[in-house]
């Protein structure tokens, strides 16, 4: 999975470990497949957390207008 387009790659690895949680399976064997998915999910997020570091947190959610 190329990992260059961040938002699209979280959206991906995010489906994956949803789909992970859905199956049963041992605990060793869902181990070794979350180690393989570390570096992946620990490099995206760190992408993201680039982006939005250096921006304010809003304070109130902003109101709905219709």
């Known amino acids: 999975m190329p990992l260059i387009n961040v938002g699209p790659a979280h959206v991906r690895l995010l489906g994956q470990l949803e789909e992970l949680n859905a199956f049963k399976l041992a605990p060793a064997e869902r181990l ?26 809003p304070l109130a959610r902003p109101s709905a207008k219709f």
Do not use: C, H, W, Y
């Open 32 to 57: 070794k497949i979350l180690e393989l998915m570390r570096d992946p999910v620990n490099f995206v997020q760190k992408e993201l957390a680039k982006k939005f570091a250096s921006r304010p947190a």
